[in-house]
């Protein structure tokens, strides 16, 4: 993301079920046939708190695997503030892969054309560090609020720091994506909401 713009430079399905049809096998058929099913039972009862730990895991990737495509900012219906002047060109290119998020912007703001950034995140909720090809250096964190991505960025250059919070919902439909960016900080504070269009 850049300070001249603020524009970010930034289903899968989980199925984790276990059956158990043990009940109708603890009939009256001697101890040998309770420890067999005792048997079966144990090791599923135990692995319980390893699939509870890949759910956990894989919760975040398949909630932003939802976002993942190509999408067009829509100028129209997109409301930029009056902190700078609205991008004539933001698109974005959103994959999930090895439980990271990648963010691919191509941004044309006036006077400053052909912006070309990657930024990525782990899923896992840690801050990472980052620097950008316009000079600011900072940190991105990835988490969710239910089924919205929330991205919050700490930009700092030449002595400007400013936090940008994104908070990503798509529609219903899963072609239109809502981004509505706060940014604070050193006398900052600016709200705008921007609307893309899914490209493909």
């Given at each position: 993301m850049s300070l001249r713009s603020w524009h970010p430079v930034p289903r899968l399905a989980l199925v984790a079920g276990v059956a158990l049809g043990v009940g109708a096998a603890l009939?009256?058929?001697?101890?040998?046939?309770?420890?067999?099913?005792?048997?079966v039972v144990r090791p599923v009862v135990a692995s319980a708190p390893a699939i509870a730990?890949?759910?956990?895991?894989?919760?975040?990737a398949a909630r932003a695997a939802a976002f993942a495509g190509r999408w067009a900012l829509n100028e129209e219906d997109s409301a930029f503030?009056?902190?700078?002047?609205?991008?004539?060109?933001?698109?974005?290119?959103?994959?999930?892969?090895?439980?990271?998020?990648r963010v691919r912007t191509a941004e044309d703001v006036p006077g400053f054309e052909g912006l070309l950034q990657t930024e990525r995140?782990?899923?896992?909720?840690?801050?990472?560090?980052?620097?950008f090809t316009s000079g600011e250096r900072g940190d991105g964190q990835v988490t969710f609020v239910g089924d919205t991505l929330v991205l919050t960025q700490h930009l700092e250059r030449r002595g400007l720091a400013v936090t940008v919070t994104d908070q990503w919902a798509l529609a219903a439909?899963?072609?239109?994506?809502?981004?509505?960016?706060?940014?604070?900080?050193?006398?900052?504070d600016e709200s705008m909401f921007l609307v893309f269009d899914r490209a493909e």
């Open positions: 009939a009256p058929r001697g101890v040998a046939a309770q420890e067999a099913a005792a048997a730990a890949i759910a956990a895991t894989a919760a975040p503030g009056t902190l700078l002047p609205a991008p004539t060109l933001l698109d974005l290119d959103v994959s999930v892969r090895h439980d990271m998020l995140y782990p899923l896992d909720g840690r801050a990472t560090p980052e620097r439909t899963g072609t239109r994506l809502g981004v509505s960016r706060h940014i604070t900080g050193d006398g900052v």
